[in-house]
């Protein structure tokens, strides 16, 4: 598995539904999408981004496919109108997971 992390902070948060949307609309549409989740940022602070989206995929080879689908060079058109900042992380494997134990009655 592949994975792909990406946070954006907007220019304007009035953005935000708008992106969430658009991030969104991915689902179905794009094939090499394994897992799509979406987040927006409830707790604002000044390290805060506003939104996060984590993909994954099954290789990177997949994730690049995903780049270059048309669908989401749309997402990324949008994207550019509305960022101020986007941080991103790509990673194989995670180098720790850990869940933590739910004790027993």
């Not at 953005?15 to 949307?21: C, N």
């Not at 000044?46 to 749309?74: G, I, K, N, W």
């Amino acid at each position: 598995m592949y994975t792909h992390v990406v946070m954006f902070t907007l220019a304007d948060p009035e953005d935000i539904p708008g992106t969430v949307r658009i991030l969104a609309a991915m689902e179905g549409r794009i094939p090499q999408i394994r897992y799509l989740e979406i987040g927006v940022d409830d707790s604002p602070s000044p390290r805060s981004a506003h939104v996060l989206l984590m993909t994954r995929f099954d290789s990177r080879e997949a994730m690049q496919v995903y780049q270059e689908h048309p669908h989401h060079r749309r997402v990324v058109e949008h994207l550019q109108e509305v960022e101020a900042l986007a941080v991103k992380v790509d990673y194989a494997d995670p180098v720790v997971a850990v869940a933590p134990e739910v004790p027993s009655d």
